[in-house]
Structures are given as C-alpha cells and as structure tokens.
C-alpha cells in the first residue's frame, strides 16, 4: 500500500503546478482508497478540479501502478477544515479567523496582509457595553497550532 499511495503522491504533486494548485493533505486506506485534498492562492472551482482529476486519471492510465485496484479521489479540504498550508492565506484577506497559537491562546481576528510568513491580523476588542476597539495583532505562522476560517451567514 505505501508504495502505490507515495507513487500516486508523487504523481498528484507533480502535476499539480500546472493547475496552479499544491496538495494540502491525503489519505490512503489498506482497502486501496486514496483521498488527496488540493488548494491553490485562487479559489478552486469544481471544473477546475475536475479537470485535474481527468489529467491525473488519464496520468495513471498512462503509467504503470500495478494490477492492484484501488480508488482515488481530489477534492478540497473544505471551509470547515483547518489552513494547513501558508499558501491558502492570501486568498482569505479580510476574512474572520479562528486562531489556536502554539502556546494554547485562542482569538478570533480578521486577516489583513501576510509579510513572509507572519500574519497581520485586526483583532475586535469588546470594551463596557457593545463598544469594541480594533488592536492589530501579529502572529507567525509557526507559532500558530490551528487557523480556521469563520464562516459567517448573512
């Protein structure tokens, strides 16, 4: 099994660029079901997918993996799924985060910019009553355990 999910990773991860997606994160069962979650700096539109997905199928048709069957699926992570990736943030400026640091803080902020790999954040601050101030606020992404988006319904 690990010897056809790293090939068929290799494969997604290779051919990816020229979708201008990268792979987030995968998975891959005993039973043959491999799973790869892919995101790009642009929103990922269905037939943007699943023009990938026809590439690589046809890719490993091409190629030789084996007479063992298996399945394999591309997909998005989804908006509920943590950013894994520093790549995902530019797309998601101005939106609502919710943000784990490494030490256990936990905030919610609106991503503003992104300089290198440090986040420029505008965190609300409720003062007495419903008054709130903005404070900015300045994380690094490696000092960030988990970032999700707040899906906020209008």
């Given amino acids: 099994m690990a010897n056809l999910e ?3 990773k290799t494969l997604v ?5 020229a979708f201008e997606l990268f792979l987030v994160s995968h998975t891959g069962t005993p039973a043959g079901f491999y ?32 007479d063992r069957k298996f399945t394999f699926e591309i997909s998005t992570p989804g908006a509920d799924k943590p950013i894994s990736d520093l790549r995902q943030l530019p797309k998601h400026f101005g939106r609502t985060l ?13 991503l503003i910019a992104l300089q290198g790999s440090e986040l420029q954040l505008e965190e609300q601050i ?10 900015p606020v300045q994380i690094a992404w490696e000092n960030i355990k988990s970032a999700t988006i707040k899906i906020i319904f209008n």
């Avoid at 539109?45 to 091409?62: A, C, G, P, Q, Y």
């Avoid at 919710?98 to 609106?110: V, Y």
């Fill in 35 to 66: 799973r790869f979650y892919m995101d790009g700096e642009k929103p990922v539109t269905m037939n943007h997918l699943s023009s990938f997905t026809r590439h690589v199928s046809k890719k490993i048709d091409e190629g030789d993996f084996g």
């Fill in 126 to 135: 409720v003062l007495k009553g419903k008054k709130t101030e903005s404070r």
């Fill in 13 to 17: 991860e290779q051919e990816a660029p």
């Fill in 6 to 8: 790293t090939r068929l």
């Fill in 98 to 110: 919710e943000i784990e640091t490494a030490e256990g803080t936990k905030l919610e902020a609106k």
